[in-house]
Each structure stands twice: as C-alpha cells, then as structure tokens.
C-alpha cells in the first residue's frame, strides 16, 4: 500500500517575501510581526523544481562596443506624464505606478490609455477592481468615453493573456491592480507575495516577447511604501508615484526608478472635476498663494529634474514652554532641520533651543535637495527675528557645518525661472562664479550663513513691499 508524500508547507512573509520553513510571529529578515502565512510549497518562491533540468544550450557573447539605437517609445500625448516616463511608454516593457488611495491613479491612466487609443494605438484597460459600468462612469465624466479603449473586469491571468492571444498584441495593456491578480501557477490566495509575484511574472513574460507595454497599479502601504514583495520592483522597468496631499488640488508623478529615462523628473497635474489637468508651469501654482508680507516666508529656486521650480518655503519660530521644544516639518528632512538649527546655534548665534519650530513646505511639494538649505536658514532666521524677507528675493545654496555657504549645480536655469516670475534678486553662494553673468537680477553673494543672518537682522522694522505677479 502506497503512501502519498506529503505536501511540502512553507510560511512566506507578506512584508519582504522571506521563506521560512514553521511558522513564528516575527519575520528574521524584515522585522514586522505576524507577517508569516501558510502557503503550498509546490509552487511560487521557495518552490523546487518539478521536473529534472535538461542540458542547457550555448548561448552569444558579445563584446560591449556595437551600434546601439534608441529603444522605440509611444508618446501618450500627455506632455507631464511622457516627461516623468522619459519620452513615452517603451515597446515590451513594464511600468509600476503606486500612490495613496483614491489619489488618482486611476484616473491618470484612463486619461494616458484614452490618449493613446485616440492616436491610433490598441489599449486594453484590465480592472480587477472595478466593474465594466464603473469604468465608464468615470470615462464618461472625464470626457474620454468615445476613446477607442477595450475594458475588462478580470483577475485572472490565464483568462487575461488567453483573450489577448485572440488578436493582434496591445500598444497598452493596464492592469488595475496587481494585487487583484491571481495565477494558477501556484497555490495562494490572490494578494500575497507568491500571487503578486507570479502574475507579474507571467504579465512581463508576455509584454517582452508581444512588445506590449504593461503598466501595474500597485497599492502602497502606510509609510508610503507600494505593498508586496521588493522583487516586483526589480522585476519592472520603471516604478513611478503618484503622490499628493488630500488638501491640495495637484498631484505629482514622481519616477524612483527608470531603465530607460531619468529619475528625477516630476510631472505635475492638477486635479479638479473633470479630472487631471497638467501644469506646464508648476512654479505659479506653487507661489500662487504668497503673503510676502509675513515673516517666515522665504523663496527656494529649485530644480526638479531638469525643469527648476519656486516654490515658498514657510518657517515658524514660537517660544515654548515644553522642556523639549517641539520640531515639526511637512515637505524636507527633519535631520537636516537638526542641522540648520545647529549651524545657526554654533556658527551664526541665533538662539533657537528655546524654541518652537515649524517649517512647512507650500502646497505640499517634496524637496529633497541640499540646495534649499540657504532658503530654510533664511525662513528660520526671519520668523525668528520678525523681519520679513523682501518679496521679490529667491534663495538657494547648500550650507555646510561649518557655516559656509556651498554652490550647488543649475544656478543659471534658477536665476532664469526667477527672473521669468518677476523676481528681481536671488542670494546664492559667493563660490559660483560664472553662473550669473547672464542674468539681470539683483544678485547678493554670500560665502557664510552668518552674512545671511546679518542682513536679514538689519531688515527688522523695515516696510514689506507687494509681492512680484507672475508672468
């Protein structure tokens, strides 16, 4: 009598993907807890293989020179999102959008997928998420519901690539979400890391070989993080964020990682009731709202990729009567808050230990740069010293521990953005030279942060003039 072997069972974290061989509450390689769940071994990651491996064949070495040609694009149409893309989808490769829920993704690529199909490009819109009907709801109040665009409501992958064999391969294929995708591959439930990782296996095995481009929709996690295992980062072309405050009427699309473009272009929409709008000039959204006559108020002519952008950085200094002052910050790195307070304490003699301290980007722009820190000094110093700044001034630099003010790349394009919105000075650093020769505006050098400090203390009392109109 024979005796069936019996299954192989293995726990798969939910966070990181890590296999483990018995179930724990804590997962060894990532740290979160409860993260183990039961899943089949006979599939999926962790999983043997089921038939013994063949002889392999010999494969072409080639040498690193040869002729090269630009990877073939498909430009949408829509400039903000062929700009985040670097030109436009790639024929056979895989994208990954993430964002908060309810943010827009959606949105944004029916509006990309209409755009297309409009240009003469086969698209197929996959939801397993939504209904057929609530796809045309939202076509219909986004005024794209006459585009040529084939949907579906389907988690399925065999179903979604066995209808896809039946004609000619899509220029778009988007699937809504990939977390609602489920295989027959292996044995999981739809949503866990062996699911998510084999139906976006299966997608991108079929985008290279039919040259479709596949763009997923990814959920994002609570710190911000798109939900799943990293490997589907890996595994995709580019990975892009849709980010945006629930507060604020744009959103940005941001690209953490592009194999065949830049990664540090933004494109900037702007959300309203019949759907993203794009914003060819994102500096007069940014400073659209000014009170140039409030201390705390400082100008950061900054660069998003290769397009600069102003935006107004806000900075309020309170005494406090807490023995540990509070620092809150929306929009820059706390730590290098920690820096500047430091740099102003050691090196400029500003007292800010007794003090409340909030610094709050304007309208709810991610700045990650080291350049803003000459503007977050002067913010800080004039909220602390009530001495508003001028209103027609941009800042930029990066500031060093010792208290130096270093020259950052890309002057001339800020100076270039600041004079076309009507600004007539800039402070940046002494070290930059011919970076402003072409340039008409007032310009104020300083090579350390305590110079800064001092005109911004000899301006206390003085009148507030109005605020620069943008062009």
Same mark, same amino acid.
């Given at each position: 009598? &024979?005796?069936?072997?019996?299954?192989?069972?293995?726990?798969?974290?939910?966070?990181?993907?890590?296999?483990?061989?018995?179930?724990?509450?804590?997962?060894?390689?990532?740290?979160?807890?409860?993260?183990?769940?039961?899943?089949?071994?006979?599939?999926?990651?962790?999983?043997?293989?089921?038939?013994?491996?063949?002889?392999?064949?010999?494969?072409?070495?080639?040498?690193?020179?040869?002729?090269?040609?630009?990877?073939?694009?498909?430009?949408?149409?829509?400039?903000?999102?062929?700009?985040? *893309?670097?030109?436009?989808?790639?024929?056979?490769?895989?994208?990954?959008?993430?964002?908060?829920?309810?943010?827009?993704?959606?949105? +944004?690529?029916?509006?990309?997928?209409?755009?297309?199909?409009?240009?003469?490009?086969?698209?197929?819109? @996959?939801?397993?998420?939504?209904?057929?009907?609530?796809?045309?709801?939202?076509?219909? &109040?986004?005024?794209?519901?006459?585009? %040529?665009?084939? +949907?579906?409501?389907?988690?399925?992958?065999?179903?979604?690539?066995?209808?896809?064999?039946?004609?000619?391969?899509?220029?778009?294929?988007?699937?809504?979400?990939?977390?609602?995708?489920?295989?027959?591959? !292996?044995?999981?439930?739809?949503?866990?890391? *062996?699911? @998510?990782?084999?139906?976006?296996?299966?997608?991108?095995?079929?985008?290279?070989?039919?040259?479709?481009?596949?763009?997923?929709?990814?959920?994002? *996690?609570?710190?911000?993080?798109?939900?799943?295992?990293?490997?589907?980062?890996? #595994?995709?072309?580019?990975? +892009?964020?849709?980010?945006?405050?629930?507060?604020?009427?744009?959103?940005?699309?941001?690209?953490?990682?592009?194999?065949?473009?830049?990664?540090?272009?933004?494109?900037?929409?702007? #959300?309203?009731?019949?759907?993203?709008?794009? @914003?060819?000039?994102?500096?007069?959204?940014?400073?659209?709202?000014?009170?140039?006559?409030?201390? $705390?108020?400082? !100008? =950061?002519?900054?660069?998003?990729?290769?397009?600069?952008? +102003?935006?107004?950085?806000?900075?309020?200094?309170?005494?406090? *009567? /807490?023995?540990?002052?509070?620092?809150?910050?929306? $929009?820059?790195?706390?730590?290098?808050?920690?820096?500047?307070?430091?740099?102003?304490?050691?090196?400029?003699?500003?007292?800010?230990?007794?003090?409340?301290?909030? /610094?709050?980007?304007?309208?709810?722009?991610?700045?990650?740069?080291?350049?803003?820190?000459?503007?977050?000094?002067?913010?800080?110093?004039?909220?602390?010293?009530?001495?508003?700044?001028?209103?027609?001034?941009?800042?930029?630099?990066?500031?060093?521990?010792? $208290?130096?003010?270093?020259?950052?790349?890309?002057? %001339?394009?800020?100076?270039?953005?600041? $004079?076309? /919105?009507? =600004?007539?000075?800039?402070?940046?650093?002494?070290?930059?030279?011919?970076?402003?020769?072409?340039?008409?505006?007032?310009?104020?050098?300083?090579?350390? /942060?305590?110079?800064?400090?001092?005109?911004?203390?000899?301006?206390?009392?003085?009148?507030?003039?109005?605020?620069?109109?943008?062009?």
């Amino acid at each position: 009598m &024979r005796v069936a072997a019996r299954q192989k069972v293995q726990y798969v974290c939910q966070n990181c993907g890590a296999v483990s061989p018995r179930w724990q509450g804590r997962c060894d390689d990532c740290g979160e807890w409860n993260s183990l769940v039961e899943e089949s071994g006979s599939g999926g990651i962790g999983a043997g293989p089921k038939r013994s491996p063949g002889k392999g064949r010999i494969i072409t070495l080639e040498g690193l020179a040869g002729s090269t040609a630009e990877a073939p694009r498909t430009r949408t149409g829509i400039a903000e999102f062929d700009r985040v *893309t670097g030109g436009g989808f790639v024929r056979g490769s895989a994208l990954l959008v993430g964002g908060d829920p309810g943010i827009g993704k959606s949105t +944004l690529l029916l509006q990309a997928a209409a755009a297309l199909g409009r240009s003469g490009h086969p698209v197929v819109y @996959v939801s397993g998420e939504e209904a057929v009907a609530q796809i045309r709801m939202r076509a219909e &109040r986004l005024g794209v519901a006459d585009a %040529p665009v084939k +949907l579906a409501a389907e988690t399925s992958v065999e179903n979604i690539l066995a209808t896809l064999s039946e004609e000619a391969p899509p220029a778009l294929l988007i699937a809504d979400s990939i977390q609602t995708m489920w295989t027959d591959a !292996v044995d999981s439930a739809p949503g866990s890391v *062996t699911q @998510v990782r084999a139906s976006s296996q299966a997608l991108i095995r079929y985008a290279k070989q039919s040259g479709t481009a596949v763009v997923f929709v990814g959920h994002v *996690t609570k710190d911000g993080q798109i939900a799943g295992p990293r490997v589907v980062e890996h #595994m995709v072309d580019g990975v +892009l964020y849709f980010e945006g405050e629930g507060g604020h009427h744009f959103r940005i699309l941001r690209a953490v990682k592009n194999r065949f473009g830049p990664t540090d272009e933004i494109g900037v929409f702007e #959300m309203g009731g019949g759907g993203l709008r794009e @914003v060819s000039n994102p500096s007069e959204l940014f400073l659209g709202e000014r009170n140039a006559r409030t201390p $705390g108020a400082a !100008v =950061f002519a900054g660069m998003e990729g290769t397009r600069p952008v +102003l935006v107004e950085i806000q900075a309020l200094v309170a005494p406090t *009567t /807490l023995g540990t002052p509070r620092r809150a910050v929306i $929009g820059w790195d706390q730590n290098r808050l920690a820096m500047i307070l430091a740099v102003l304490e050691a090196h400029c003699r500003v007292r800010l230990g007794d003090c409340d301290v909030y /610094l709050n980007v304007a309208g709810g722009l991610r700045i990650s740069e080291p350049a803003a820190d000459l503007a977050v000094a002067a913010a800080l110093v004039s909220s602390r010293l009530n001495a508003p700044l001028p209103s027609d001034c941009a800042y930029f630099g990066e500031v060093s521990l010792s $208290g130096a003010v270093r020259p950052v790349a890309h002057a %001339p394009a800020r100076l270039k953005e600041a $004079g076309k /919105l009507g =600004f007539g000075a800039a402070v940046l650093p002494s070290a930059a030279k011919g970076d402003r020769a072409d340039s008409d505006m007032r310009l104020k050098e300083v090579g350390q /942060l305590v110079e800064l400090v001092a005109e911004v203390a000899a301006r206390r009392g003085e009148p507030s003039v109005p605020a620069p109109s943008g062009d």
